[in-house]
Protein backbone atom coordinates (compact mmCIF):
# COMPACT_ATOMS: atom_id res chain seq x y z
CA UNK A 1 0.00 0.00 0.00
CA UNK A 2 1.63 3.09 -0.84
CA UNK A 3 0.43 6.64 0.96
CA UNK A 4 -0.02 9.45 -1.05
CA UNK A 5 0.04 12.73 0.38
CA UNK A 6 -0.28 16.44 -1.57
CA UNK A 7 0.36 20.02 0.23
CA UNK A 8 0.63 23.59 -0.60
CA UNK A 9 -3.07 24.12 -1.66
CA UNK A 10 -4.52 27.38 -0.41
CA UNK A 11 -6.71 30.87 -2.31
CA UNK A 12 -4.43 33.30 -4.74
CA UNK A 13 -5.87 36.23 -6.83
CA UNK A 14 -5.35 35.77 -10.47
CA UNK A 15 -1.78 36.02 -11.36
CA UNK A 16 -0.86 34.78 -8.21
CA UNK A 17 2.08 31.51 -7.55
CA UNK A 18 1.25 28.33 -5.69
CA UNK A 19 3.50 25.50 -5.14
CA UNK A 20 2.36 22.09 -4.32
CA UNK A 21 3.99 18.81 -3.15
CA UNK A 22 3.37 15.72 -3.47
CA UNK A 23 5.25 12.88 -0.59
CA UNK A 24 5.09 9.29 -1.37
CA UNK A 25 5.27 6.50 1.76
CA UNK A 26 7.34 4.32 -1.21
CA UNK A 27 11.08 4.52 -0.69
CA UNK A 28 11.26 2.82 -4.32
CA UNK A 29 9.14 5.84 -6.04
CA UNK A 30 12.07 7.42 -8.12
CA UNK A 31 11.39 4.00 -9.95
CA UNK A 32 8.00 5.07 -10.78
CA UNK A 33 6.61 8.30 -13.20
CA UNK A 34 4.22 10.71 -10.88
CA UNK A 35 1.64 12.74 -11.95
CA UNK A 36 -0.76 15.53 -11.29
CA UNK A 37 -4.75 15.51 -12.33
CA UNK A 38 -7.41 18.07 -10.97
CA UNK A 39 -11.06 18.46 -10.61
CA UNK A 40 -13.05 21.39 -10.68
CA UNK A 41 -16.59 21.48 -9.00
CA UNK A 42 -18.95 19.94 -12.12
CA UNK A 43 -16.35 18.51 -14.04
CA UNK A 44 -14.78 15.35 -14.70
CA UNK A 45 -11.26 14.81 -12.90
CA UNK A 46 -8.22 15.78 -15.90
CA UNK A 47 -4.96 14.91 -15.99
CA UNK A 48 -2.42 17.88 -15.18
CA UNK A 49 1.34 17.06 -15.46
CA UNK A 50 3.59 14.42 -15.55
CA UNK A 51 7.05 13.36 -14.75
CA UNK A 52 8.67 10.86 -15.76
CA UNK A 53 11.52 8.72 -13.77
CA UNK A 54 14.36 10.63 -15.66
CA UNK A 55 13.12 13.90 -14.86
CA UNK A 56 11.40 14.51 -18.20
CA UNK A 57 8.15 15.94 -17.93
CA UNK A 58 4.54 16.30 -19.73
CA UNK A 59 1.65 18.86 -19.46
CA UNK A 60 -1.64 19.69 -20.64
CA UNK A 61 -1.66 22.56 -23.17
CA UNK A 62 -4.05 24.32 -20.62
CA UNK A 63 -0.95 24.51 -18.12
CA UNK A 64 2.03 24.44 -20.41
CA UNK A 65 4.28 27.42 -19.62
CA UNK A 66 2.51 28.19 -16.52
CA UNK A 67 3.60 24.97 -14.42
CA UNK A 68 6.39 23.31 -13.97
CA UNK A 69 6.93 19.80 -12.57
CA UNK A 70 10.29 18.33 -10.63
CA UNK A 71 10.72 15.60 -8.39
CA UNK A 72 12.95 15.12 -5.96
CA UNK A 73 13.46 11.23 -5.41
CA UNK A 74 15.77 11.60 -2.64
CA UNK A 75 13.29 12.69 -0.49
CA UNK A 76 10.09 10.85 -2.74
CA UNK A 77 8.79 13.94 -3.44
CA UNK A 78 7.21 16.07 -6.11
CA UNK A 79 6.47 19.99 -6.46
CA UNK A 80 3.71 21.61 -8.95
CA UNK A 81 5.49 24.98 -9.24
CA UNK A 82 2.09 26.59 -10.42
CA UNK A 83 2.68 30.30 -11.90
CA UNK A 84 0.48 33.18 -13.40
CA UNK A 85 -2.81 30.90 -12.29
CA UNK A 86 -6.33 32.05 -13.47
CA UNK A 87 -9.99 31.43 -12.22
CA UNK A 88 -9.49 27.95 -14.36
CA UNK A 89 -7.28 26.70 -12.34
CA UNK A 90 -9.82 26.43 -9.53
CA UNK A 91 -10.02 22.74 -8.78
CA UNK A 92 -8.98 19.88 -6.20
CA UNK A 93 -5.52 18.77 -7.24
CA UNK A 94 -4.23 15.27 -6.21
CA UNK A 95 -0.68 13.44 -6.84
CA UNK A 96 -0.76 9.81 -8.06
CA UNK A 97 1.45 7.14 -8.36
CA UNK A 98 1.17 3.79 -9.91
CA UNK A 99 -2.34 3.73 -9.16
CA UNK A 100 -2.96 5.14 -5.98
CA UNK A 101 -3.85 8.57 -4.88
CA UNK A 102 -3.71 11.13 -2.28
CA UNK A 103 -6.50 13.09 -0.89
CA UNK A 104 -6.00 15.81 -2.89
CA UNK A 105 -5.59 19.87 -2.02
CA UNK A 106 -7.39 22.71 -2.73
CA UNK A 107 -6.71 25.48 -5.19
CA UNK A 108 -8.88 28.30 -5.57
CA UNK A 109 -8.04 31.18 -7.31
CA UNK A 110 -10.28 34.41 -6.98
CA UNK A 111 -9.71 37.91 -6.81
Known amino acids: QVQIAESGGGRVQPGGSLRLSCVAS????????MSWHRQAPGKEREWVARVFTDGNTMYADSVKGRFTLFRNNTKNTNILQMDNLNVEDTARYYC?????WGQGTQVTVSS
Open 96 to 100: AMLGY
Open 26 to 33: ESGSSLYT
